[in-house]
T-cell receptor, first 114, second 116 residues
Framework: NAGVTQTPKFRVLKTGQSMTLLCAQD?????MYWYRQDPGMGLRLIHY???????AKGEVPDGYNVSRLKKQNFLLGLESAAPSQTSVYFC?????????????FGAGSRLTVL | GDSVTQMEGPVTLSEEAFLTINCTYT??????LFWYVQYPGEGLQLLLK?????DKGSNKGFEATYRKETTSFHLEKGSVQVSDSAVYFC???????????????FGQGTILTVHP
């Protein structure tokens, strides 16, 4: 049982480049989330989704876009990367039946923007 | 807005010492409270939770009691082990307008190192 899988695990970008982080969950969870983790600041919510085809902004959405075309996948895109987006990104999911606010996290994706 | 404040770290203890990590919160609604743990190189895992006042969450020897009067959810363990070395995050979640999905607000995290 894989849980939540994130790809890639590491990526280095130059300023202005674009990329997409992929999150996949195999628990049939309704809700999915993208957080960023920065030193001394805990985790901050970027975007989230309450179901297939729906997305919403979190606390720090600027510079990011997301899509949830399939229930099991949640993509995070950076159209024009900036050094301020250097961070560790975590995807998470939760289910209505197992507890909507009990999140299962992926192992993280470390992004460096030069 | 909602917020979570944790004690400053890092915390360094010897094996078998008593652990307390303080957590206080401010919330506009009536939150559920959580402790998550992050081991080196891994994602966060739920350690324990409490959903209403005076509830005690417990797991793996860790405990935390939901104190509404002091808006606190302090994490405790009577005897820590080297394997408890990790980053601990306090978090809250509020159901908004009856919607049951769980967006979490996290504290800044507390690094715990336990020496043999």
């Amino acid at each position: 049982n894989a849980g939540v899988t994130q790809t890639p695990k590491f990526r280095v970008l130059k300023t202005g480049q674009s990329m997409t982080l992929l999150c996949a969950q195999d628990m049939n969870h309704e809700y999915m989330y993208w957080y960023r983790q920065d030193p001394g600041m805990g985790l901050r919510l970027i975007h989230y989704s309450v179901g297939e085809g729906t997305t919403a902004k979190g606390e720090v959405p600027d510079g990011y876009n997301v899509s949830r075309l399939k229930k099991q996948n949640f993509l995070l895109g950076l159209e024009s990367a900036a050094p301020s987006q250097t961070s560790v990104y975590f995807c998470a999911s939760s289910g209505r039946d197992s507890g909507a606010n009990v999140l299962t996290f992926g192992a993280g994706s470390r992004l460096t923007v030069l | 807005g909602d917020s979570v404040t944790q004690m400053e770290g890092p915390v360094t203890l010897s094996e078998e010492a008593f652990l307390t990590i303080n957590c206080t919160y401010t919330a506009t609604g009536y939150p559920s409270l959580f402790w998550y743990v992050q081991y080196p190189g891994e994602g966060l895992q739920l350690l324990l939770k409490a959903t209403k006042a005076d509830d005690k969450g417990s797991n793996k020897g860790f405990e935390a009691t939901y104190r509404k009067e002091t808006t606190s959810f302090h994490l405790e363990k009577g005897s820590v082990q080297v394997s408890d070395s990790a980053v601990y995050f306090c978090a809250l979640s509020i159901n908004a307008g009856g919607t049951s999905y769980g967006k979490l607000t996290f504290g800044q995290g507390t690094i715990l190192t336990v020496h043999p």
